[in-house]
């Protein structure tokens, strides 16, 4: 069983930055592919950003391809999500995730996932 813990969330204007950090209950640096999904209100929820056990490869949404950034600090357990250029369509709780498997065709399936941290963006 893997525990993620979202923190780093908050309320920002358009154009503007913020970075989510997830830390995980045990080590992943070895077992699992490690991601960000979000889920806006009313929405369903979808695929941000995704990286391999090593870091050396990442996946990202077409939305946010250029402006987010994933990267991952095994020796800690976390992962990081930098978010610049932000736009109120950001605006969502966002949601930690681990499994087993990467993305394949845009579709990626977690087997554990965190509580969210909320992302306001304001125009």
């Known amino acids: 069983q893997v525990q993620l813990v979202e923190s780093g969330g908050g309320l920002v204007q358009a154009g503007g930055s913020l970075s989510l950090a997830c830390a995980a209950s045990?080590?992943?640096?070895?077992?699992?592919?490690m991601g960000w999904f979000r889920q806006a209100p009313g929405k369903e929820r979808e695929f941000v950003a995704a990286i391999n056990r090593s870091g050396a490869r990442t996946y990202y949404a077409d939305s946010v391809k250029g402006r987010f950034t994933i990267s991952r600090d095994n020796a800690k357990n976390t992962v990081y999500l930098q978010m610049n250029s932000l736009e109120p369509e950001d605006t969502a709780n966002y949601y930690c995730a681990a499994a087993s498997t990467p993305p394949l065709f845009g579709k990626w399936v977690p087997d554990y996932w965190g509580q969210g941290t909320q992302v306001t963006v304001s125009s």
């Open positions: 045990r080590r992943t640096s070895s077992s699992y592919i």
